[in-house]
């Protein structure tokens, strides 16, 4: 018998929040992801619940340079991200986090992918919503407040050769070279 328990463990956005997202920034491209983990990524993606998901931030400087982001204890770049919080809309929370982990005051340009992904380890599973988004630029310097997660920043016109695993599952790559940009280092 296949027992697998979510009720409690779901972090989503309301279904009208969603909506208003939609019509605001368009209709993004829909996934599901199932991933089987360990129970360490598990518990450390459980222990911050009640949360309402995740923010993916592909930020664009007015050069048209990209934003990566390397936190610490990795050797891997990543885009901007983070957890929308319970007392938060999506859209706070694109804001907040572009200004925590890049210093930059951004506009949201586009929603171009809600991935619903499905954590498991063993009979347990947690629900996300991952909302990727591309935001623009529109004043600041690259100066992250968070500077404890954040460790080092970059602004670039290609996509860094170790990029962290989180940003594969959820396409980063394939999104950034359809918006012209090169998988290479100069």
């Known amino acids: 018998m296949d027992r697998v328990t979510t009720d409690s463990w779901i972090a989503k956005p309301s279904d009208s929040e969603i909506e208003v997202l939609f019509e605001k920034y368009g209709a993004p491209r829909l996934r599901d992801i199932v991933e089987n983990v360990s129970l360490t990524k598990f518990n450390r993606a459980r222990r911050n619940l009640p949360y309402k998901g995740h923010v993916i931030l592909i930020t664009i400087r007015k050069s048209g340079d990209l934003v990566f982001i ?22 706070d929370a694109v804001f907040r986090e572009a200004q925590e982990e890049t210093g930059l005051t951004v506009g949201i340009r586009e929603l171009v992918s809600l991935d619903r ?20 630029e529109k004043k600041g310097i690259l100066n992250p407040t968070d500077k404890v997660e954040i460790i080092e920043i970059k602004s670039c016109k290609y996509i860094p050769k170790k990029l962290d695993r989180y940003m594969i599952i959820h396409e980063i790559p394939s999104i950034l070279v359809s918006l012209g ?3 290479m280092i100069p």
């Open 70 to 91: 390397r936190e610490t204890g990795t050797e891997e770049w990543a885009v901007p991200h983070g957890t929308i919080y319970q007392n938060e809309t999506v859209e």
């Open 117 to 136: 992904t499905r954590l498991l380890c063993g009979y347990n599973a947690l629900e996300l919503w991952i909302f990727t988004f591309i935001v623009d």
């Open 181 to 183: 940009y090169n998988p």
